[in-house]
């Protein structure tokens, strides 16, 4: 599993003109599934988003996390984290069928709202547009 995580000011996913989610100071998430990804994976990475301490304290170092920032999360699908790029047109044979990658992805959307945070999101397989006002700009890469 792979998420690419990024600190925003504020960010929000569109759907055929329409806003289906919105958020204010907080992560975007994208997030893509491995075809041997398990549940277990789900949860790591659920807890690694939830706990990444990238917001700063008075002392304007990152050190505060998620929580105690009043972060929220706006959680998109995005199986194009898994492109094999060895030629100049990318496959995507190691990203998760649907049958595998929704219930990953509604996992780890599931644990984070466990945990206390506003999660909105995107649609698995919609043609989305994702806005976003980069803070910092602060981009994690997390590999499970």
């Not at 100071?25 to 549940?39: P, S």
């Not at 992805?105 to 806005?131: H, K, P, W």
């Amino acid at each position: 599993m792979r998420a690419v995580v990024t600190r925003v000011k504020n960010a929000s996913v569109t759907i055929d003109g329409k806003i289906k989610g919105e958020i204010g100071q907080g992560f975007l998430v994208l997030l893509g599934v491995h075809k041997d990804d398990t549940e277990e994976q789900a949860g790591w990475v659920a807890d690694r988003i939830c706990g990444l301490r990238v917001f700063e304290d008075a002392d304007g170092k990152m050190n505060v996390s998620p929580a105690d920032a009043g972060a929220e999360l706006l959680i998109v699908s995005q199986f194009t984290l898994y492109a094999d790029v060895s030629s100049r047109r990318p496959g995507f044979t190691d990203a998760a069928r649907p049958d595998v990658a929704i219930p990953l992805y509604e996992l780890v959307i599931s644990e984070c709202r466990n945990r206390g945070f506003n999660v909105e999101t995107g649609e698995f397989g919609a043609d989305m547009q994702v806005e976003s006002v980069n803070d910092g700009p602060v981009t994690i890469v997390i590999d499970r």
